[in-house]
């Protein structure tokens, strides 16, 4: 096949070779011949019919550089008139494969390729008598947020993975919907709610799919070995289940942290205690898995029902403002809070053994929290599952190397 590239490369050669021998005549016969000494080349002289020949070609070009220069204009038309490549030249490169990342842990996909579904978002209980729960072991990122008493609730939230078994599933708050808007569009599990937190959720600007004991009983069951309110289960291809009945789309959530190597500005760090109202939660590191592992000053390690305990890749504790929103959350007339998500605030990031200090920032509630140390260098996270740790302001957070 011809090269679409060839008229253009021929008459651009004619062109250089036409404006060149214009320059070589010079431009007009009465040009001044060169002055000083007769050249040493060492070449051997020509013949004297070769350069008689020569001369006489060189005066019929003084006396028609009209001739040269119409060559030079015809070939400049000619390269004008060719068409233009339609497609970049691309330079010759190694093709390197794109490996599939889980969106929310940042690992390589099972099976090599990101489930088409939708995130699903479940509201886990956390009360002593709450434990040992089932499934949080398999969830991309647990967010824990202090909720009215100075008790906290889980939100777990599945993606890459599933749960066969998750449970027990409990009531939602108004923050949750902030919580988790950076994730865009998402299925949202829940066992019930107080008339405003249930508005929100089916309010149109709401992005949560409600997938809750009210529009999907069927995906819910009673575990007969524990009792009520800390049984109610559910499972991963229940949810699914309940949100296709429901004709709800199955869109992949957006990425929320940054994965990559850690920077320069870490320290050492060994245990991290939280101090939430109830109790102290734990998380130390174990170097032989590379993982935190989670416990409580009044219950011990957090066991699951499985007898695993529960650990995570990386830990963040954000410092938040807490304060009391209108509404009574049960007979006892404990008001339901709220937290302050939209701003900045001091940070903690904990992976690989060692922490980050500095802040988050989140301008706008529908962005990503992103996560900075004291001297602006964006904190990035190891790939695997995420717990970020939601603390009321005031609280100690206290770090051992």
């Known amino acids: 096949m011809r090269s ?4 253009r490369r021929v008459a651009a050669a004619v062109a250089a070779s036409a404006i060149a021998l214009l320059g070589a005549c010079g431009s007009h016969p009465s040009a001044q011949r060169p002055t000083g000494p007769p050249s040493t080349s060492t070449t051997a002289p020509a013949s004297t019919t070769s350069t008689t020949r020569r001369h006489a070609h060189e005066r019929k070009r003084r006396h028609h550089p009209e001739r040269v220069q119409k060559h030079v204009e015809r070939a400049q038309k000619h390269a004008e008139r060719v068409p233009k490549h339609s497609h970049p030249v691309h ?63 889980f939100i ?107 920077s320069p500005g870490a320290t050492p760090a060994s245990v991290v205690n939280i101090d939430y109202p109830l109790d102290v939660t734990t998380w130390t590191w174990h170097r032989d898995t590379g993982l935190w592992y989670r ?10 029902g499985d007898g695993s305990q529960i650990a995570a890749s990386n830990v963040i504790v954000m410092l938040v403002r807490e304060w009391p929103t209108p509404y009574p959350e049960d007979i006892t007339g404990s008001l339901e809070n709220e937290l302050t998500l939209k701003g900045s605030g001091p940070a903690w990031v904990f992976r690989d ?17 992103v996560f900075v140390e004291t001297n602006g260098t964006r904190i990035t996270l190891t790939p695997g599952n995420t717990w970020e740790e939601l603390v009321p302001d005031g609280r100690s957070i206290e770090v051992k190397p």
């Open 353 to 369: 053994g060692a922490q980050f200090y500095g802040k988050w920032e989140r301008p706008l509630l529908d962005h990503p929290t």
């Open 91 to 153: 330079k010759h490169a190694l093709a390197v494969p794109r490996v599939p990342l889980c969106p929310l842990t940042g690992e390589r996909a099972r099976a090599g390729h990101v489930p088409r579904r939708a995130a699903v978002a479940v509201k886990v209980e956390n009360l002593p008598a709450a434990r040992p729960q089932f499934g949080l072991d398999e969830a991309d990122i647990v967010f824990e947020e202090p909720v009215e008493g100075g008790i906290t609730r």
């Open 156 to 262: 777990a939230v599945f993606q890459c993975h599933t749960a066969g078994r998750i449970e027990p599933v409990r009531s939602a708050r108004l923050v949750d919907a902030q919580i988790l808007e950076p994730l865009g569009r998402i299925l949202f599990a829940y066992s019930g709610a107080i008339q405003p937190v249930i508005n929100e959720v089916d309010s149109r600007k709401s992005l949560l799919d409600d997938v809750g004991g009210y529009l999907a009983p069927n995906a819910y069951w009673r575990d007969p070995d524990r009792y009520e309110p800390h049984n109610l289960e559910t499972s991963s291809a229940a949810l699914y289940a309940a949100a296709a009945q429901l004709h709800y789309p199955e869109k992949p959530p957006v990425a929320i942290f940054s994965y990559g190597r850690p």
């Open 295 to 304: 416990s409580y000053s009044d219950t011990g390690p957090a066991l699951l």
């Open 4 to 7: 679409p590239h060839r008229g």
